[in-house]
């Protein structure tokens, strides 16, 4: 079996060659950021995007210009995007999840970033099998956390490699037998899924009493909500169709009464999310609004990835 590789500060190396400093505050103290991407027949998907997302993310967390310089002009010998792109060549890969990583990088034990020079660039691979078609029409299932976003806290925003609360809600969710939960934040309204963002719909009566708006709501920004490559796509899709769009603070009880539910992210793209807490989410079957977006979004994937 071949060895996959590995891009780690400039180097394509084998996984068992690639190693990480004992002292890499990533790795001592989670100061760091990471994306997980979706290529389609060996483009990624919204590359671009989810750059951008983190080098401003990198701003949020106050690293040292000199690091955020060395992202924005070259990763050693290649850019990021050149390094996501040659990881997933070296590999012989075209549907893929790609992740890339980018830590404060060596320094001193004690957690003072000023201590950290280089970053550290790390871009795995590997081969994606899509969610089964018997998934998107049942739809997924979820649970509501114990654990609570903190909507004023910037790692709310970002992906940080501190993902510890992502992870205790993921389990909780598995010890309920669920696919999914939802956290929600300090104050009491929906923030998001331990992986996806949230998106509901219902449909309200027009100014002409005959006639009813399609409205999607989803979690504000301010909420506590990362702002997702593909929650963003959505909402593109969702203004091109001209459907009525609300960002906004959302209640569990909206949830709970939506017409329709489903949930985002660059892997799933648009789960439909059929029950919740025990419950299903209206018919508890993928409703037409969500089956519209998500061939919407196929067809967007297939324009950009051409």
């Known amino acids: 079996m071949t060895e996959e590789i590995i891009y780690i500060n400039g180097r394509l190396l084998t996984r068992s060659e690639a190693r990480l400093s004992p002292f890499d505050h990533g790795f001592l103290y989670g100061y760091g950021l990471f994306e997980t991407m979706r290529s389609y027949g060996g483009c990624i998907f919204r590359l671009d995007r989810h750059l951008a997302r983190l080098r401003s993310s990198l701003r949020s ?23 996501c792109h040659s990881t997933l060549e070296a590999n012989k890969l075209k549907d893929a ?54 909507s004023q806290s910037p790692l709310s925003r970002i992906k940080s490699t501190c993902y510890v609360e992502n992870i205790l809600a993921r389990m909780e969710a598995k010890d309920a037998e669920c696919d999914e939960a939802i956290l929600l934040n300090e104050r009491g309204d929906i923030a998001e899924g331990a992986m996806t963002n949230v998106f509901m719909v219902r449909e309200s009566p027009s100014l002409e009493a005959s006639d009813r708006v399609t409205v999607l709501i989803t979690a504000s920004i301010d909420s506590g909500v990362l702002p997702g490559i593909t929650r963003e796509a959505v909402l593109e899709i969702a203004r091109a169709l001209h459907i009525e769009i609300q960002e906004r603070q959302v209640e569990l009880t909206e949830l709970v ?38 061939a919407a979004y196929k067809e967007l994937v297939k324009e950009e990835t051409r």
């Open 257 to 294: 009464g939506a017409e329709e539910a489903f949930l985002t992210n660059s892997i799933l793209e648009l789960m439909p999310l059929t029950r919740f807490e025990g419950k299903p989410v209206a018919t508890g079957k993928p409703g037409p609004v969500t089956e519209a977006l998500h």
């Open 61 to 83: 967390l106050c690293l040292p210009d000199d690091i955020i310089t060395a992202l924005d002009l070259a990763t050693k010998k290649q850019s990021l995007e050149a390094a």
């Open 97 to 150: 999840r790609i992740r890339l990583t980018v830590t404060a990088g060596e320094g001193e034990m004690t957690p003072d970033p000023d201590t950290c020079r280089e970053p550290t660039v790390l871009v795995t691979a590997r081969h994606l099998v899509p969610q089964p078609a018997a998934s998107y029409e049942s739809g997924y299932t979820a649970m509501l956390s114990s654990l609570r976003r903190n």
